[in-house]
């Protein structure tokens, strides 16, 4: 993530698994018709670059410049895109808030799960929208949680969303931003939005070991659980009941769960 929000989940592995596992195929289809041969791209929160790469690829001979405030996350990246041979991206650390780019240079702006973090998502897709050069495109997809759903729902998983609500909400951040993107494109001063939806899912055994992993032990291994605890939120053995809940539903043999993401396609004039 870039900007000077809090991002409430760390980076711990339960939440760098996650990360990881994003491809252009399964986060960022809608953008794909919007990109072109010898594009300039910049991919704002770039995380350890796995979507980055993949816009790189297809914008060849074009640049992509992945952007995010981690400096650890960019080194990471840096050497995914060693191990894929792909030369034709960047990696740097900075603030989506005040991006260090002229006006008006990259055909496409992307961000995938940033603005959700931020206390100010409209200035940054302001900002986002000021480096994008004119008939260009400002892009961005988020999770909206008040939206997913999961089958069964074991009583013990009840308070998951609720308590990671209250964690991201403290931190400044808004949890169902999907369903607010084009309010806030509209705000920042775009017209031309083109907003659409799209969701994960997951239902296979592995598919539910993998995501009661990352989002039941991120309750009680990642900042989210130190923070819940260190505001009241939630205790220890809350969490832990959390977490046990999360593998009561990833045991179940009809378990399945829906991410619902919202989409923004913005022309800048």
């Not at 990696?91 to 799960?113: K, M, N, R, S």
Request: aromatic letters at 10%.
């Amino acid at each position: 993530m870039a900007g000077r929000g809090v991002y409430t989940h760390g980076h711990h592995q339960t939440v760098l698994s996650s990360h990881r596992w994003r491809t252009v195929e399964n986060s960022a289809a809608y953008l794909v018709d919007h990109l072109r041969s010898g594009a300039r791209v910049l991919d704002v929160g770039c995380g350890p670059g796995t979507i980055t790469v993949g816009l790189a690829e297809r914008a060849a001979p074009g640049h992509v410049t992945g952007l995010d405030a981690s400096e650890q996350v960019v080194k990471d990246a840096r050497r995914y895109a060693a191990e894929r041979g792909i030369g034709n991206v960047t990696f740097v650390t900075g603030d989506v808030y005040a991006l260090a780019f002229p006006d008006g240079v990259f055909d496409v702006v992307h961000a995938h799960q940033v603005l959700q973090h931020l206390d100010d998502p409209v200035r940054a897709l302001r900002e986002m929208r000021r480096v994008c050069r004119p008939g260009g495109v400002v892009a961005a997809r988020d999770a909206d949680f008040g939206a997913m759903a999961w089958y069964p729902e074991p009583p013990d998983m009840d308070a998951w969303l609720p308590v990671y609500s209250k964690v991201a909400r403290g931190n400044g951040g808004e949890p169902d931003a999907g369903r607010r993107l084009v309010s806030w494109a509209r705000q920042a001063g775009f017209t031309d939005i083109t907003a659409t939806s799209s969701s994960w899912c997951f239902s296979t055994p592995e598919e539910r070991r993998w995501w009661s992993e990352s989002w039941g032990g991120r309750m009680v291994r990642s900042s989210i659980a130190d923070t819940a605890v260190s505001r009241g939120h939630a205790t220890r053995d809350e969490l832990d009941r959390i977490y046990a809940g999360w593998r009561q539903w990833a045991a179940a043999d009809d378990g399945w769960f829906t991410v619902t993401h919202g989409e923004i396609v913005c022309r800048v004039p």
